[in-house]
């Protein structure tokens, strides 16, 4: 879908290194998010933004942290990747209050292999 | 935080028969929202879907359709004349306005289409 980006596309890392993933927009959504994949556990809220530099955690949050310094970009960070951050991550963006019903746009996700 | 079940891991049905996913969640809420993603191979997250949970009236989209039971707490999806096409992951979401507009998905369910 045009109007959000995720970077990398895929990655792969070594244990105990950091690495950041890059969500971009340009639809001017407030709201933003970070979810993980995994095969048995559908999509689970990692982090959320709700405005320049308002964030809140997920479901899963734990080894992970995020920054918003602009409306447009929300970074993911694994400080000290571990095999078990192992999956599929995708950003997503919402309207959020103006029109929740909309649901979310998702980007095409980055698969990130932790060796 | 709200539970959303999806009791069949995979399905399979051929093409133009109807098929009807299952998805029960758990809220003590009044006002939410609840969604249908489509997840093809291509991994992008496509809405099939979306049901105001004020609004008694099931919604529809073209072959897609849903069958709300808010007392039930029950939210299924019919797929009617299948195609190859529709063969994807399908993820059931809950969002509750509160808690920055956050869907929580089912683990999901997987369709084949056959011919």
């Known amino acids: 879908d045009a109007g959000i980006t995720q970077s990398p596309r895929h990655k792969v890392t070594e244990t105990g290194t950091p690495v950041t993933l890059r969500c971009h927009q340009t639809?001017?959504?407030?709201?933003m998010y970070w979810y993980r994949q995994d095969p048995g556990h559908g999509l689970r809220l990692i982090h959320y933004?709700?405005?320049?530099?308002?964030?809140d955690k997920g479901e899963v949050s734990d080894g992970y942290s995020v920054s918003r310094s602009k409306t447009e970009d929300f970074l993911l960070t694994l400080e000290s990747a571990t095999s078990s951050q192992t999956s599929v991550y995708f950003c997503?963006?919402?309207?959020?209050?103006?029109?929740?019903?909309?649901?979310?746009?998702f980007g095409s996700g980055t698969r990130l292999t932790v060796v | 935080a709200q539970t959303v079940t999806q009791s069949q891991p995979e399905m399979s049905v051929q093409e133009a028969e109807t098929v009807t996913l299952s998805c029960t969640y758990d809220?003590?809420?009044?006002?939410?929202?609840l969604f249908w993603y489509k997840q093809p191979p291509s991994r992008q997250m496509i809405l099939v879907i979306r049901?105001?949970?004020?609004?008694?009236q099931n919604a529809t989209e073209n072959r897609f359709s849903v069958n709300f039971q808010k007392a039930a707490k029950s939210f299924s999806l019919k797929i009617s004349d299948s195609q190859l096409g529709d063969t994807a992951m399908y993820f059931c979401?809950?969002?509750?306005?509160?808690?920055?507009?956050?869907?929580?998905f089912g683990k999901g369910t997987s369709l084949l289409v056959t011919p």
């Open positions: 997503a963006i919402s309207e959020g209050d103006r029109n929740p019903s909309y649901g979310y746009t």
């Open positions: 049901q105001e949970a004020y609004k008694q």
């Open positions: 639809e001017n959504h407030r709201y």
């Open positions: 979401a809950f969002m509750k306005p509160l808690s920055g507009y956050a869907l929580n």
């Open positions: 933004s709700y405005g320049v530099k308002d964030t």
């Open positions: 809220t003590s809420e009044s006002n939410y929202y």
